[in-house]
């Protein structure tokens, strides 16, 4: 299986920068397509979709979410940070079965 | 709108069964691969089975390979988890996920069912 690796936690201060990274075990990328998605989760709710193919902004999300990346390593930006976003923060590869997600990294204040 | 509203969870003994259900609105239901995603009380997502659109490729994480079965009534937008030999470590809250068609992402998600497997 596809491991995805990113740091549990992340500090960070209202109004500035958050970079969380995920870096898969193998590479995740099809010809020009990185399979390589984002996801929210806030406490006591399901998770949304925040960016798919590594770069592509879901239907809704602000534009202060980007995502970057190609191959095995990937980051998800957001800036700058307002109080909603705080939650984790969940990686997805759908490059090989089974899909596997990251541990999750936790957006804390 | 995109709704998936889950039902059927609960608490089970280990061994027992248990379906899970997952009723699908605003979209055209037929048109789309679904998927159980699953998560343990305090940790991280996990893929649990995928189906294909018209019911005809269903796909499982190896745990549960034998013991569960993704189906769907298109008919009536609803799809289902037939649990089986339930285990301790089913314990979690499954999601219903609406899957890209494309690229397997999941883009919708329902706001999940507890399943408790405890004597």
């Known amino acids: 299986d596809i491991v995805l690796t990113q740091s549990p936690a992340l500090a960070v201060s209202l109004g500035q920068r958050a970079t969380i990274s995920c870096r898969a075990s193998?590479?995740?990328?099809?010809?020009?397509?990185?399979?390589m998605h984002w996801y929210q989760q806030k406490p006591g709710q399901q998770p949304k979709l925040l960016i798919y193919?590594?770069?592509n902004l879901a239907s809704g999300i602000p534009a202060r979410f980007s995502g970057s990346g190609s191959g095995t390593d990937f980051t998800l930006t957001i800036n700058p940070v307002q109080a909603g976003d705080i939650a984790t923060y969940y990686c997805q590869q759908s490059r090989e079965s089974p899909d596997t997600f990251g541990v999750g990294t936790k957006l804390e204040l | 709108e995109v709704q998936l509203v889950e039902s059927g969870g609960g608490l089970v003994q280990p061994g027992r069964s248990l379906k899970l259900s997952c009723a699908a609105s605003?979209?055209?239901?037929?048109?789309?691969?679904l998927a159980w995603v699953r998560q343990a009380p305090k940790k991280g997502l996990e893929w649990v089975a995928t189906?294909?659109?018209?019911?005809?490729?269903?796909y499982y994480r190896d745990s549960v390979k034998g013991r569960f079965t993704i189906s769907r009534d298109n008919a009536e937008s609803t799809l289902y988890l037939q649990m089986d030999t339930l285990r301790s470590e089913d314990t979690a809250t499954y999601y219903c996920?609406?899957?890209?068609?494309?690229?397997?992402?999941?883009?919708?998600w329902g706001q999940g069912v507890m399943v408790t497997v405890s004597s």
């Open positions: 193919r590594a770069s």
């Open positions: 193998q590479s995740v990328s099809i010809s020009r397509y990185n399979l």
């Open positions: 605003g979209f055209t239901f037929s048109d789309y691969n």
């Open positions: 996920a609406r899957r890209d068609s494309n690229y397997w992402y999941f883009d919708y």
């Open positions: 189906i294909s659109y018209a019911g005809s490729g269903t």
